[in-house]
């Protein structure tokens, strides 16, 4: 059965789980999930999980993110970015001074009210449906981080290229919408290119036809998703038997407080532990049905 991780770069149209039916086929299994949803609109970085790997979408859908979106002035729209029902217009007078002057109050820890138009769910209904009915409800802020937030070039006198390096949660249509209204003159995202998620980058993703041309050549071991972790070998027959079975072990060397890649004695990746005072414990196992 395939197994791995596939980064993808996610075609323009195409919802993410638009991806994942296609990949399903390719590599002929059900087992497929993605970490971190793009919308149609987007394209990027969409890591992809298979069989066993599927284990590792949690941890893959917490990390930091990095986008470069297009912010349109001028405008504003029912979904905050270039494909909703036109709201409100204005003239545009702002400047790359006007536009960097004001990214210092949307970096670090802010508050975002999320759009009508998301999964999020109020009541156990979705916002996306509610705001389908022509409905608005209260949404609280929800606190999100901007990691880095900088202005890479004036396209023209209404669209500015943005670079958002982001926790998880943060809407980048929202974060235009907001910069819009700080400047007064409303704004949408126009465009929106992932380039990292879960420390995987534009460089090591492949596209959909790559993947139908090399099939599971193009899968990468899941432990790569950990690899900032370091690094634990088995060494001796007894510590592998209780990590196998879900018990703790003692490393019989000094080993650091950390998280740990740990291996069987024939180099297979087992888990993800935790090691905490001297005591290795797992947090993930990837091994077994």
């Given at each position: 059965?395939?197994?791995?991780?596939?980064?993808?770069?996610?075609?323009a149209?195409?919802?993410?789980?638009?991806v994942c039916?296609?990949?399903?086929?390719?590599?002929?299994?059900?087992k497929?999930?993605?970490?971190?949803t793009?919308?149609?609109?987007?394209?990027g970085?969409l890591?992809?999980?298979?069989?066993?790997a599927?284990?590792g979408v949690?941890f893959?859908?917490?990390?930091?993110?990095e986008y470069v979106?297009?912010l349109?002035?001028?405008?504003t729209?029912?979904?905050?970015?270039?494909?909703?029902n036109l709201l409100?217009?204005?003239?545009v007078?702002?400047t790359?001074?006007?536009?960097?002057a004001?990214l210092?109050?949307?970096?670090?820890d802010i508050?975002?009210?999320?759009?009508?138009?998301?999964?999020?769910?109020i009541?156990?209904?979705?916002?996306?449906d509610?705001a389908?009915?022509?409905?608005?409800?209260?949404?609280?802020?929800?606190?999100?981080?901007?990691?880095?937030?900088e202005?890479?070039?004036?396209?023209n006198e209404?669209?500015f290229?943005?670079?958002v390096?982001?926790?998880?949660?943060t809407?980048?249509?929202?974060?235009c919408h907001d910069?819009?209204?700080?400047?007064?003159?409303g704004g949408v995202?126009s465009?929106?290119?992932r380039?990292m998620?879960?420390?995987?980058?534009?460089?090591?993703?492949?596209?959909?036809?790559?993947?139908?041309?090399?099939?599971e050549?193009?899968?990468r071991?899941?432990?790569t998703?950990?690899?900032h972790?370091?690094?634990y070998?088995?060494?001796?027959?007894r510590?592998?038997?209780l990590c196998?079975n879900?018990?703790?072990f003692t490393?019989r060397?000094?080993v650091?407080?950390?998280?740990?890649?740990?291996y069987g004695m024939?180099?297979?990746?087992?888990?993800?532990?935790r090691c905490?005072?001297?005591q290795m414990?797992?947090v993930?196992?990837?091994?077994?049905?």
């Open positions: 059965m395939a197994e791995g991780i596939v980064i993808i770069d996610k075609p149209e195409w919802t993410s789980m638009d039916a296609k990949l399903r086929g390719i590599l002929k299994t059900k497929v999930g993605h970490a971190g793009l919308d149609p609109m987007a394209t970085v890591p992809v999980f298979v069989g066993q599927t284990r949690s893959a859908e917490s990390g930091e993110k979106a297009t349109r002035l001028g405008l729209t029912d979904t905050q970015d270039s494909t909703g409100t217009t204005a003239s007078t702002a790359a001074a006007d536009v960097m004001v210092p109050q949307f970096t670090g508050l975002q009210i999320p759009p009508m138009y998301s999964a999020i769910k009541g156990g209904q979705k916002l996306y509610l389908r009915q022509g409905r608005e409800v209260e949404r609280k802020p929800r606190p999100v981080i901007i990691y880095q937030l202005l890479l070039e004036q396209v209404a669209e290229l943005l670079r390096r982001c926790s998880k949660g809407y980048i249509r929202t974060l910069i819009g209204q700080a400047l007064g003159c995202m465009s929106l290119r380039t998620a879960a420390g995987f980058t534009l460089e090591e993703a492949v596209t959909i036809d790559e993947v139908q041309e090399k099939g050549a193009v899968l071991p899941v432990d998703l950990f690899r972790c370091g690094e070998r088995i060494t001796h027959q510590v592998e038997f196998r879900g018990n703790p490393p060397e000094k650091e407080d950390g998280l740990y890649r740990v024939d180099g297979t990746f087992l888990c993800l532990s905490e005072a001297g414990t797992s993930k196992n990837f091994f077994g049905a």
